[in-house]
């Protein structure tokens, strides 16, 4: 049966309210959550980036929930580092967390003055983070050289079981290609086609555990309400590669996103006032074989839509 789950947006939520909501949500019947982990936010609209690793531990230590972060190492987090952070929650909450391991997106990554690589070398660059967090959580000391640098790294404190490393695609080619490594898939919602595409690759490929889609949803109680709030919350992230990868700025997604409307919104966001059509929307996600949904109301208020969703989704869905 799938499981459903709230998606906590650090880029919209100051991580104070965003530690509430998720709170609320396990209240709610939500059986699990997801968080992004950005250091600036998409839009100035929405208007903030809490660190998502110290809140992670306050979620994981306030709720029981089941717990997971899509993450990049390779450049703002040396892989040390972020295996160091992994194996600290695992180790502290056990087989209650995961986290998704991408090759991350410019405008958070630029901070650090190192040039942005080409997607093929942020792939190639990924895949040894992956290789080296693997090693570092089995408890080896890693030394290695090649896209990163590893100088004879140990982490000490070891997490039973070891946290998942599950692999984070939007396209078909990248759901075969973490196959190889992935102890699961996290992807966003997409036509039903290419979903369908995607998750057969995947598998196909030799992918192994669960798969998790992020549903991109607006709900309000008017159909113009649902739609301002997309309009003004998500416009900016409607753009596929290479702008929304290689844009190095919070400013420059403002700029290309001044003039987007509802309609190209609706491509990646599902808007509706209606509770029964977002019912018929997931149970469609559902069947296409996706083990978990992480819903993620794409407002900056999130009770309203907890509690409706609770009351009229959840039960039906399950």
Request: with cysteine; charged share 20%.
């Amino acid at each position: 049966m799938t499981r459903i789950g709230f998606h906590a947006s650090h880029e919209q939520i100051s991580p104070r309210q965003l530690l509430a909501d998720v709170q609320h949500a396990e209240r709610a019947g939500f059986q699990m959550a997801m968080c992004s982990d950005h250091l600036f936010p998409w839009s100035a609209r929405q208007g903030h980036s809490g660190y998502a690793w110290s809140w992670l531990g306050a979620a994981l230590a306030t709720t029981e929930l089941p717990l997971g972060c899509v993450s990049a190492p390779g450049q703002r987090y040396h892989p040390a580092v972020h295996a160091q952070k992994i194996a600290t929650l695992g180790q502290m909450f056990p087989g209650r967390f995961w986290v998704a391991l991408g090759s991350g997106e410019n405008v958070n990554e630029h901070v650090t003055g190192e040039a942005w690589p080409r997607k093929d070398q942020r792939v190639l660059r990924l895949e040894e983070s992956v290789d080296v967090i693997r090693r570092l959580l089995a408890g080896e000391e890693v030394s290695h050289e090649g896209r990163i640098t590893v100088d004879r790294a140990r982490v000490w404190e070891r997490a039973d079981p070891a946290p998942l490393l599950v692999g984070p695609a939007v396209s078909v080619e990248s759901a075969a290609r973490v196959a190889g490594w992935a102890d699961g898939l996290v992807t966003i919602n997409q036509p039903f086609a290419t979903l369908r595409e995607l998750l057969a690759a995947y598998r196909d490929a030799g992918g192994r555990g669960r798969t998790s889609l992020q549903v991109h949803l607006s709900w309000a109680p008017t159909q113009e309400d649902a739609e301002r709030i997309a309009v003004e919350q998500w416009r900016s992230n409607v753009f596929s590669e290479p702008v929304n990868w290689d844009t190095a700025t919070t400013e420059g997604f403002d700029v290309a996103s001044e003039h987007v409307g509802v309609d190209v919104v609706r491509e990646g966001v599902r808007i509706s006032s209606d509770l029964g059509q977002h019912r018929e929307w997931l149970a469609e996600y559902a069947e296409l074989g996706f083990d978990d949904l992480y819903l993620h109301h794409v407002g900056q208020e999130q009770a309203a839509f907890v509690d409706a969703f609770a009351e009229e989704v959840l039960p039906a869905l399950r």
